[in-house]
């Protein structure tokens, strides 16, 4: 078994087709199909379906292991020369939509003059699409929801955020600067956080502690068009601070929900493994840079 083997298979992976894997690595079909065949020969299984170009499950887990293996050597080389001098490599760092919004000006600057030789890669997404990325190691750390349950991550808080409701001008509970209470909201129906995510699972709890269930108009995995519907007059939704910023326009306003305690969110990382150094100036970059700028935002609070 050697690396060439393995970045096959990768590649193959990746592009879906021995052809397309070939084209994209700048090599020969011949190549890449010699390569998972010896690969397959040592392990004496079938890797990929010719079929149909599809991992088999056997090459699912050959797949895994793999994109560890070149994890790791892409650390190895990114630690041993940040040893020469600043961390260098990239880094790609998840981060929840409404979050993303207001903390990637401030880190890009911050790792942009504290490690300039790091190249950050952000992508936003859902607290579960960051998860499942995390995990399956294409992203190195991911800004989420918590508290989540999966044994393979470690987490830490960086700040608390109020939830609100934002509610479109005509609808009943249209009340500029004002509140409302969680027995008045569950008589209306809702747009809501898809069943599931942190954030649908926490409000219902708290409404359960209440005797009470929210009924829900439309139910979404993902904040952000959450948002955009009740911008639009869909309807009232329930939503963190950061999703509703004052100079997003439109006949809506923010209502304030006393009963429903804050979101905490936090930082994620792999268990397995061990970050190189760009990773952890990474972090310790986030964490300043919430120290500085979230009490700047409306809605954000650093836990005690």
Same mark, same amino acid.
């Given at each position: 078994m050697d690396l060439r083997q393995l970045q096959a298979l990768?590649?193959?992976?990746? &592009?879906?087709?021995?052809?397309?894997?070939?084209?994209? *690595? &700048? *090599? %020969?079909?011949?190549?890449?199909?010699? &390569?998972?065949?010896?690969?397959?020969?040592?392990?004496?299984?079938t890797l990929i379906d010719r079929s149909t170009g599809a991992p088999t499950q056997e090459g699912e887990a050959a797949i895994a292991r793999a994109r560890r293996v070149h994890d790791e050597l892409a650390a190895l080389e990114a630690d041993v020369a940040s040893l020469q001098g600043s961390p260098q490599g990239t880094v790609r760092v998840g981060v929840i939509g409404t979050t993303a919004r207001w903390i990637t000006p401030h880190l890009v600057e911050h790792v942009a003059t504290r490690t300039p030789e790091v190249k950050l890669v952000i992508a936003d997404g859902s607290t579960s699409s960051i998860i499942l990325r995390l995990i399956e190691g294409q992203i190195d750390l991911g800004l989420v929801g918590l508290p989540i349950d999966e044994p393979?991550?470690?987490?830490?808080?960086?700040? /608390?955020?109020?939830?609100?409701?934002?509610?479109?001008?005509?609808?009943? /509970?249209?009340?500029?600067?004002?509140? %409302?209470? /969680?027995?008045? /909201?569950?008589?209306?129906?809702?747009?809501?956080?898809?069943?599931? *995510?942190t954030f649908r699972s926490e409000i219902d709890s708290e409404c359960a502690s209440f005797g009470l269930k929210l009924s829900p108009l439309l139910e979404i995995d993902g904040l952000r068009l959450l948002a955009s519907l009740a911008f639009q007059g869909f309807g009232p939704a329930i939503l963190p601070a950061t999703a509703a910023p004052g100079w997003v326009g439109g006949d809506w306003t923010r209502v304030a929900v006393p009963q429903l305690g804050r979101r905490t969110v936090g930082l994620a990382f792999r268990r397995r493994g061990l970050p190189t150094t760009a990773v952890d100036a990474v972090a310790r970059s986030i964490h300043e840079v919430v120290d500085r700028h979230a009490l700047d935002v409306t809605g954000l609070h650093l836990p005690q």
């Open positions: 990768l590649a193959v992976a990746e &592009h879906g087709s021995f052809t397309a894997a070939a084209r994209a *690595t &700048h *090599t %020969v079909q011949s190549n890449i199909s010699t &390569h998972v065949a010896r690969l397959e020969k040592e392990l004496r299984v393979e991550l470690r987490t830490e808080p960086l700040f /608390l955020e109020d939830r609100v409701l934002v509610v479109p001008d005509g609808h009943p /509970l249209h009340r500029p600067g004002g509140r %409302v209470e /969680l027995a008045e /909201l569950a008589g209306h129906a809702l747009l809501l956080a898809a069943p599931g *995510t």
